[in-house]
């Protein structure tokens, strides 16, 4: 089953517009992470923020993290073409002395020219 | 260096057929995982390697699902009798050692179960 769902299930922006989405989650955590999928790259990895940080940055992306609520949201600035995709948050949980990823349900991104 | 490889890329099988499916994962990478997603959801949990311990099978569905990984580096995923609802995309990902939370994850094979 999933572990959280996202919103918007889909997302249409021009170039230059930021995106923002948002994801919910179930269970506690030992991180967060999010990732982008598309046909031509499959499944890659953008950011982890950890279960004590707030907020974190790369490059073009913000991630927010609030435990109390069980939400995260991600946030690209300044998007791109490229940047169409889907993007799926997954919250880490430990087992067998490492980490299971649980994928959300996704948020599918197009950025139009 | 080269990352996480996957075979074969696509794959039909008829209903009742066994299928084997292949990762490679990048070498040295202590860490390997499957996961199942369905066409239009997230990817889903199946089973986790440490080495060639295999330590979490919780997500497997059915028996019918069998996965090894003799050496610790090279894994496969075995499903015997397939059955349509099988019919997915199976993801493999790896990851340097137990404590990296990153994962690098293959193009995936697409099962299609007739």
């Known amino acids: 089953s999933q572990q959280g769902e996202e919103d918007p299930q889909a997302l249409s922006i021009q170039e230059g517009e930021n995106a923002t989405m948002n994801c919910s989650y179930k269970t506690s955590i030992n991180n967060l992470q999010w990732y982008r999928q598309n046909s031509g790259r499959g499944l890659v990895h953008l950011i982890l923020?950890?279960?004590?940080?707030r907020e974190k940055h790369s490059g073009r992306l913000r991630v927010t993290l609030d435990t109390s609520k069980k939400s995260s949201s991600l946030l690209i600035t300044a998007s791109r073409a490229a940047d169409t995709a889907s993007y799926f948050c997954?919250?880490?949980?430990?087992?067998?002395?490492?980490?299971?990823?649980?994928f959300g349900t996704g948020t599918q991104l197009k950025v139009e020219l | 260096g080269a990352g996480v490889s996957q075979s074969p890329r696509y794959k039909v099988a008829k209903r009742g057929q066994d299928v084997a499916l292949r990762c490679d994962p990048i070498?040295?990478?202590?860490?390997l995982f499957w996961y199942q997603q369905a066409l239009g959801q997230g990817p889903e949990f199946l089973t986790y390697f440490q080495n060639e311990a295999q330590l979490d099978k919780s997500g497997l569905p059915s028996d019918r699902f069998f996965a090894e990984r003799p050496e610790g580096s090279v894994s496969t995923l075995k499903i015997q009798r397939t059955q349509q609802e099988d019919s997915a995309v199976y993801l493999c990902a790896s990851s340097l050692d137990r404590w990296d939370n990153e994962q690098f994850f293959g193009p995936g094979t697409r099962l299609t179960v007739l």
């Open positions: 997954a919250t880490a949980v430990p087992t067998g002395g490492g980490n299971k990823l649980t």
């Open positions: 923020i950890r279960s004590n940080e």
């Open positions: 070498s040295g990478h202590v860490s």
